[in-house]
């Protein structure tokens, strides 16, 4: 058990700019999960993974968000034209099925200048 | 819809003094609950689970009690050292089955 892994664990970038994330879940767990953690306050659920399929997205998730897990295995976290509310840290968790514990990566920090 | 409800910190304790963090939720059905901690600069680690009224969840001396009758799930420790200094989430899973919904967290402040 590896655990879960998130690259890169910072991206400072310019607002407009895009970027991208990639989350590694445990290798067994069929479920990935997106939050975002602003300082101070609790994660918020963006979306989340049953395998390859996408089950559910947030309302919080706009347009310029897309993620993606192509294989069912690792997972992709895209943002198109970046914006200085886009500062945040974005957790990825993964877990064996529903209701079960999930299990979160070190996050990667993105910072809009 | 479902919340959390933890108390407000920071909480500052002297080293092997005793710690509860206060968490009550509401929710329909029968919640999983958790306890999650943060230590500065990393992820949120799984401290501690419940998954039906009365079970116990216990940890690295920490424990919680799933309280139906009070909806209440607050975590205890009898002995804090410095090393437990970071911030704890409480969170529940409820009828969606796949959301977690998160307290504010509570900073725990341990001093030598």
């Known amino acids: 058990d590896t655990g879960v892994s998130q690259d890169p664990r910072h991206k400072i970038t310019k607002r407009g700019q895009n970027v991208t994330f990639r989350c590694d879940p445990i290798?067994?767990?069929?479920?990935l999960y997106w939050y975002r953690q602003t300082l101070g306050q609790g994660p918020e659920f963006l979306t989340y993974?049953?395998?390859?399929?996408?089950?559910?997205k947030s309302r919080l998730l706009s347009d310029r968000f897309s993620a993606e897990r192509p294989k069912g295995s690792f997972s992709t976290l895209e943002i198109q034209r970046t914006e200085q509310g886009d500062s945040a840290m974005y957790l990825c968790?993964?877990?064996?099925?529903?209701?079960?514990?999930?299990?979160f990566g070190d996050g990667t920090r993105l910072s809009i200048l | 819809g479902d919340s959390v409800t933890q108390m407000e910190g920071p909480v500052t304790l002297s080293e092997e003094a005793c710690l509860t963090i206060?968490?009550?939720?509401?929710?329909?059905?029968?919640?999983?609950l958790f306890w999650y901690v943060q230590y500065p600069g990393e992820g949120l680690q799984l401290l501690l689970k419940?998954?039906?009224a009365d079970d116990k969840g216990s940890n690295k001396g920490f424990e919680a009690t799933y309280r139906k009758e009070t909806t209440s799930f607050h975590l205890e420790k009898g002995s804090v050292q410095v090393s437990d200094s970071a911030v704890y989430f409480c969170?529940?899973?409820?009828?969606?089955?796949?959301?977690?919904?998160w307290g504010a967290g509570t900073k725990l402040i341990i001093k030598p």
């Open positions: 968790a993964s877990s064996l099925v529903g209701g079960q514990p999930q299990h």
């Open positions: 290798s067994e767990h069929n479920r």
């Open positions: 993974f049953q395998n390859e399929a996408q089950l559910e």
């Open positions: 206060n968490c009550t939720y509401t929710a329909t059905g029968y919640p999983s």
């Open positions: 419940a998954t039906k």
């Open positions: 969170a529940l899973i409820g009828d969606s089955n796949y959301q977690l919904i």
